[in-house]
C-alpha cells in the first residue's frame, strides 16, 4: 500500500463510528500500511482481494474488520509473520461472509450433529460437490467461504461466529488435494458440533501440526476421522494388510467416501506418504472451485 497520505482518506469518514480517536485510528492505519506493504501485490491481485496493483482501496473493509484492540498486538515487529498474515487473512473472511449474509437469507443454525458430518462425508464421493458445499452448508445456516491463502501463511482453515450469531467456515486451500480439503472441513465442522458455545475466538487449523494440537483440536480431528469411516470400521481395515490400489478402491466404495480420503488416513496413520500418490493426487480442489 503507498505510504501516500490520500489512501487516508478511504478511513476517515468511519471514525464517528468507532470508539477511537482519529489520531489513534491513523496509527493503526500507518501500521497497517506497513504490513501491507510487505505482501505481494502480485498475490494480492491474484486472489482477487485487489482489482489493480496500483489500487489498494479495496483493503479499507479488510482494515475495519480487524479488532481494533487487539491492533498493535497484530501488528507489533515481534509478533510472527504468520500471525498478521492470519489477522489479515480471517478478516478478509468475516468480511466476504457479511456480504454473503446480506446477499443471501439464510435460516437459523440450531446446532449441528454427528449424523450431519457423517451425511457431508458421503458427499465426497462426487469430487464436483466441492463447488455446491457453499450452497449446502448454507441450508444448515453455516457459511463456507473460500478465500486463497497468502503465500507463507499456515492454515488450512478456521471457524469463528459473525456478530449474527450465523457460524462461518473460511477455507484457504493451501493444498489442493481432495482429502485434504475434506478433512479440513469436517474438522471445522467437527467444532460446531463439540464447541459451538466456546468459539469465542477465530480457531484456526493447520492440517500438518497435529503434533502440537492441543485437546480441542484433538477432539474435532478424532470426529472428522470417524465422520469418514466408523471407528470399529477402520480398527478391523484389510487394507492395513493388502495396500494395494484396489483393495483401497473397494474398501472406500463400501463406505461410501471418496477413495483419496482414505488414502490420506492410511498415509497419515503409516508415516508412508509416498503410497497412493494417483489416487491422492487425481483431483485438484482448486480447479474444481475456480475452474481455472
Not at 494480492?44 to 496493483?53: E, F, I, S
Not at 488450512?156 to 482429502?179: E, K, N, W
Not at 469418514?228 to 478391523?236: G, H, K, L, S, Y
Not at 492395513?240 to 463400501?254: G, R, W
Request: glycine share 4%.
Amino acid at each position: 500500500m503507498s505510504t501516500h497520505h490520500e489512501d487516508w482518506s478511504d478511513f476517515t469518514h468511519t471514525t464517528r463510528t468507532l470508539k477511537i480517536s482519529a489520531g489513534e485510528l491513523f496509527n493503526h492505519f500507518r501500521e497497517f500500511q506497513g504490513f501491507i506493504a510487505g505482501l505481494s501485490r502480485k498475490d494480492l491481485v491474484a486472489r482477487h482481494w485487489l482489482k489493480t496493483a496500483d489500487d489498494c482501496s479495496p483493503l479499507t473493509t479488510v482494515f475495519f474488520d480487524l479488532p481494533f484492540s487487539k491492533q498493535p498486538t497484530l501488528f507489533r515487529k515481534s509478533a510472527k509473520a504468520d500471525e498478521n498474515l492470519l489477522a489479515i487473512w480471517q478478516a478478509s473472511a468475516r468480511a466476504q461472509a457479511e456480504y454473503f449474509c446480506l446477499a443471501e437469507e439464510l435460516p437459523a443454525f440450531t446446532g449441528l450433529t454427528k449424523e450431519h458430518l457423517r451425511k457431508l462425508a458421503i458427499l465426497s464421493v462426487d469430487p464436483q460437490v466441492v463447488r455446491q458445499l457453499p450452497s449446502i452448508l448454507s441450508e444448515l445456516g453455516i457459511i463456507l467461504i473460500y478465500v486463497r491463502a497468502l503465500p507463507g501463511m499456515r492454515a488450512d482453515g478456521a471457524v469463528f461466529h459473525l456478530s449474527t450469531g450465523q457460524p462461518v467456515i473460511a477455507m484457504s486451500l493451501r493444498f489442493p488435494r481432495l482429502d485434504y480439503f475434506w478433512f479440513t472441513v469436517l474438522h471445522e465442522l467437527a467444532h460446531l458440533v463439540l464447541h459451538a458455545n466456546q468459539l469465542t475466538d477465530p480457531v484456526f487449523f493447520d492440517v500438518e501440526a497435529s503434533e502440537e494440537m492441543d485437546r480441542i483440536e484433538k477432539h474435532a480431528n478424532r470426529l472428522a476421522k470417524d465422520s469418514i469411516v466408523d471407528r470399529e470400521a477402520w480398527r478391523n481395515c484389510g487394507l492395513k494388510y493388502d495396500n494395494s490400489d484396489k483393495a483401497l478402491q473397494v474398501f472406500a466404495a463400501e463406505h461410501s467416501i471418496h477413495p483419496s480420503l482414505i488414502a490420506g488416513l492410511l498415509r497419515k496413520e503409516s508415516g508412508n506418504y509416498k503410497r497412493y500418490s494417483s489416487i491422492i493426487n487425481e483431483h485438484d480442489v482448486r480447479k474444481i472451485i475456480f475452474q481455472s
